[in-house]
């Protein structure tokens, strides 16, 4: 069972004192170096037994999983059992959806993922079969096949990486139990000024609202909208997948609120001019929706944002550039 560990906790005064030419990439390489350190333990542990056959990743939404994986990944292959990545975003299957009582889709539940297809060929590929798996486009949120070229084979001594919010659910892990290793993955943190500004939820949040700006056709409001779907959903696993891994991996880097904060501070302030000029596009995520509206609550979500907003001016801004290329963060903010 594992627990929740490393807290970090983070000031503005130590955010502020770490701007200098020589702090800045010091602090920044500290950062990154202590994510690595904790990737570089689980393919120590992989290494050392060779009858683990599999890891499965779970974390809630904006933990870093995919990043995390696909860098696991990497280093199981550099230290000699080449491994395979497999994400359970690419099994999103939308058709019988739930909806909360503001008509927001549950595109968070398990039951929105192609369960039956993800085992077989999360069994097939440990079994050594060739398997080519589906992917989920969010511009269009449509799954699509890919070519045979992307079919994923292992070898003897490989490796399969799945990484997914229900990655340590038992309707997709259970039947694998002795042949895997299972993470919880999430960031662990604070950030105080006077008071705490963010806590390790609003610290997805604000990754999240950056990241659907670029990748999911999402402005800031329909994420902040549509984020007490998301918390709302997470309650109902949160504890079985913790519970159920054997190491939780923090995900929070030091230095990331001096990126992030300042683009979902940008991101929040776009969407609500184009409010004001009356030309804000409805929440995507409530296209789906039986009400017909085009948010669940916008009321709510503008007094979020107007708190988030008056936490994140205090924050300062580093440009994105000084984020080294290989980075978590990349999974956020790059277009």
């Given at each position: 069972?594992?627990?929740?560990?490393?807290?970090?906790?983070?000031?503005?005064?130590?955010?502020?004192?770490?701007?200098?030419?020589?702090?800045?990439?010091?602090?920044?390489?500290?950062?990154?170096?202590?994510?690595?350190?904790?990737?570089?333990?689980?393919?120590?542990?992989?290494?050392?037994?060779?009858?683990?056959?599999?890891?499965?990743?779970?974390?809630?939404?904006?933990?870093?999983?995919?990043?995390?994986?696909?860098?696991?990944?990497?280093?199981?292959?550099?230290?000699?059992?080449?491994?395979?990545?497999?994400?359970?975003?690419?099994?999103?299957?939308?058709?019988?959806?739930?909806?909360?009582?503001?008509?927001?889709?549950?595109?968070?539940?398990?039951?929105?993922?192609?369960?039956?297809?993800?085992?077989?060929?999360?069994?097939?590929i440990i079994e050594g079969k060739t398997v080519i798996p589906p992917f989920f486009d969010f511009n269009d949120r449509k799954q699509k096949e890919r070519d045979a070229s992307e079919a994923i084979t292992?070898?003897?001594?490989?490796?399969?990486?799945?990484?997914?919010?229900?990655?340590?659910?038992?309707?997709?892990?259970?039947?694998?139990?002795?042949?895997?290793?299972?993470?919880?993955?999430?960031?662990?943190?604070?950030?105080?000024?006077?008071?705490?500004?963010?806590?390790?939820?609003?610290?997805?949040?604000?990754?999240?609202?950056?990241?659907?700006?670029?990748?999911?056709?999402?402005?800031?409001?329909?994420?902040?909208?549509?984020?007490?779907?998301?918390?709302?959903?997470?309650?109902?696993?949160?504890?079985?997948?913790?519970?159920?891994?054997?190491?939780?991996?923090?995900?929070?880097?030091?230095?990331?609120?001096?990126?992030?904060?300042?683009?979902?501070?940008?991101?929040?302030?776009?969407?609500?001019?184009?409010?004001?000029?009356?030309?804000?596009?409805?929440?995507?995520?409530?296209?789906?929706?039986?009400?017909?509206?085009?948010?669940?609550?916008?009321?709510?979500?503008?007094?979020?944002?107007?708190?988030?907003?008056?936490?994140?001016?205090?924050?300062?801004?580093?440009?994105?550039?000084?984020?080294?290329?290989?980075?978590?963060?990349?999974?956020?903010?790059?277009?």
């Amino acid at each position: 069972m594992a627990l929740l560990a490393d807290k970090i906790n983070v000031t503005v005064e130590e955010l502020e004192e770490n701007l200098g030419q020589k702090k800045l990439p010091e602090f920044i390489s500290r950062s990154e170096e202590g994510f690595i350190s904790r990737i570089d333990k689980i393919v120590d542990i992989m290494i050392e037994d060779r009858s683990k056959k599999a890891i499965f990743v779970a974390g809630p939404t904006s933990s870093g999983k995919t990043t995390f994986t696909m860098r696991l990944s990497q280093g199981l292959s550099k230290a000699g059992r080449k491994a395979a990545f497999l994400s359970l975003d690419d099994y999103y299957f939308l058709k019988d959806l739930q909806f909360d009582r503001a008509g927001r889709p549950d595109f968070e539940t398990i039951d929105a993922i192609d369960v039956d297809r993800a085992h077989k060929d999360i069994h097939d590929i440990i079994e050594g079969k060739t398997v080519i798996p589906p992917f989920f486009d969010f511009n269009d949120r449509k799954q699509k096949e890919r070519d045979a070229s992307e079919a994923i084979t292992l070898p003897d001594d490989g490796v399969l990486v799945v990484e997914g919010l229900h990655g340590l659910n038992k309707r997709i892990s259970g039947d694998f139990d002795g042949e895997i290793l299972k993470v919880f993955i999430m960031p662990y943190g604070n950030v105080f000024s006077d008071r705490k500004l963010m806590d390790s939820a609003e610290i997805r949040l604000l990754r999240r609202i950056v990241r659907d700006k670029r990748h999911r056709a999402s402005h800031a409001l329909s994420t902040i909208d549509y984020w007490p779907m998301i918390a709302h959903s997470e309650e109902k696993y949160y504890t079985e997948y913790l519970a159920a891994a054997d190491y939780h991996v923090n995900s929070f880097l030091p230095y990331e609120s001096l990126i992030i904060a300042p683009l979902a501070l940008e991101d929040i302030n776009e969407a609500l001019l184009a409010l004001d000029e009356g030309r804000l596009e409805p929440n995507v995520f409530m296209e789906r929706s039986l009400t017909g509206k085009d948010f669940a609550d916008l009321s709510a979500a503008l007094t979020w944002a107007d708190r988030l907003v008056r936490h994140l001016k205090k924050i300062p801004k580093v440009d994105p550039s000084r984020v080294p290329s290989e980075s978590i963060l990349n999974e956020f903010i790059s277009m």
